[in-house]
């Protein structure tokens, strides 16, 4: 079953400006609704205009440490140890999906997938292009 939960939309004292479609998977769930159950919520949050991924996940209390794949409008956005879209400006019914760390995505199905700019631009810069297993910065 799944829970719906909607936050308010006032944001401070002002009306919210624009309005995230968010899912939560795993450990991240219990963000979204304290209660939820097979470890899956969906909500809308409502934000001012220009907010960014770092604006939702304070909005939410999430530590981005915390999140491993991610996806904005069914684009790869951010992967553990490499979260390039910080900084994404958020609009008006954009779909994120916030993914635990347990939930990993294997590296093979990275490879052509579609991905925001800004995480292309990251891969790119990447000495192996994103190509391996882990995420661990080796000493």
């Known amino acids: 079953m799944t829970?719906?939960?909607f936050s308010h939309r006032l944001v401070g004292d002002k009306l919210a400006d624009i309005m995230v479609n968010l899912y939560l998977y795993g450990d991240l769930a219990g963000?979204?609704?304290k209660v939820a159950t097979y470890g899956f919520a969906s909500?809308?949050?409502?934000l001012k205009e220009r907010s960014v991924i770092r604006d939702l996940l304070a909005h939410l209390g999430i530590p981005t440490k915390k999140r491993g794949v991610t996806f904005i409008n069914a684009k790869l956005s951010a992967m553990p140890g490499l979260?390039?879209?910080?900084?994404?400006i958020l609009k008006n019914n954009d779909r994120v999906a916030f993914f635990d760390l347990?939930?990993?995505w294997p590296f093979q199905y990275?490879?052509?997938?579609m991905m925001i700019d800004e995480m292309a631009q990251a891969?790119?810069?990447?000495?192996?292009k994103g190509l391996h297993h882990t995420y661990d910065k080796q000493s």
Do not use: F, I, T
């Open 3 to 5: 829970k719906w939960v």
């Open 31 to 33: 963000y979204g609704d």
């Open 43 to 46: 909500l809308q949050v409502y």
């Open 83 to 88: 979260q390039p879209d910080l900084d994404y």
């Open 102 to 104: 347990k939930s990993m």
């Open 110 to 113: 990275r490879h052509g997938a």
């Open 123 to 128: 891969l790119s810069a990447e000495k192996n």
